[in-house]
T-cell receptor
Framework: KQEVTQIPAALSVPEGENLVLNCSFT??????LQWFRQDPGKGLTSLLL?????REQTSGRLNASLDKSSGRSTLYIAASQPGDSATYLC??????????FGGGTRLMVKP | ETGVTQTPRHLVMGMTNKKSLKCEQH?????MYWYKQSAKKPLELMFV???????ENNSVPSRFSPECPNSSHLFLHLHTLQPEDSALYLC?????????????FGSGTRLTVV
């Protein structure tokens, strides 16, 4: 059974810092990995999708990397802003086409 | 809006009520999903409709009943719920025949059972 872990569970940083969120998964037989953002009480917004054959994807200040063989992904946020405060979720699509989620990292960026 | 629309956004219901959650997608996807998000727990997959075939998580109680009349619409029928069923219910869609696709989520329905 696929298990996805995200570290840290919570993170508080001052505005302007560069930061890294970590995601690990136990079964490397995945099709893709997706990073989502969730604001309190809201749905999930897709940030980046990395195919299993890719090493990284970039969108603006966000960069996600994937090392499938070691079962790891990182989400790098450059020059963090208060508007980046949210919960960030990592999810892998694997056997049976199912999406398995990590527990999320709750990020607070202080002005 | 993401292309996946959920209604209602908020729902308060008594334990003896019957209600339904609705999800609609106009992305041309052929798979739809119901997820449950409880406080401090990872998202839990409840039901999958892929190419009109249903797959379910065997741990979901029978008081939750999904319906997928076509590839664009998905319902979750609720009856005799318990207070512990209070949660955010999220609908998602994807293109199941192409594993390279990601998932698109709706904004969710915040359900409170009183």
């Amino acid at each position: 059974k696929q298990e996805v872990t995200q570290i840290p569970a919570a993170l508080s940083v001052p505005e302007g810092e560069n930061l890294v969120l970590n995601c690990s998964f136990t079964d490397s037989a995945i099709y893709n990995l997706q990073w989502f953002r969730q604001d309190p009480g809201k749905g999930l917004t897709s940030l980046l999708l990395i195919q299993s054959s890719q090493r990284e994807q970039t969108s603006g200040r966000l960069n996600a990397s994937l090392d499938k063989s070691s079962g790891r992904s990182t989400l790098y946020i450059a020059a963090s802003q208060p508007g980046d405060s949210a919960t960030y979720l990592c999810a892998v699509r694997g056997r049976g086409n199912m999406l398995t989620f990590g527990g999320g990292t709750r990020l607070m960026v202080k002005p | 809006e993401t292309g996946v629309t959920q209604t209602p956004r908020h729902l308060v219901m008594g334990m003896t009520n019957k209600k339904s959650l609705k999800c609609e997608q106009h992305l041309g996807h052929n798979a739809m999903y119901w997820y449950k998000q409880s406080a401090k727990k990872p998202l839990e997959l409840m039901f999958v409709y892929s190419l009109e075939e249903r797959v379910e998580n065997n741990s979901v109680p029978s008081r939750f009943s999904p319906e997928c009349p076509n590839s664009s619409h998905l319902f979750l029928h609720l009856h005799t719920l318990q207070p512990e069923d209070s949660a955010l219910y999220l609908c998602a869609s994807s293109q199941d025949s192409g594993q390279n696709y990601g998932y698109t989520f709706g904004s969710g329905t915040r359900l409170t059972v009183v």
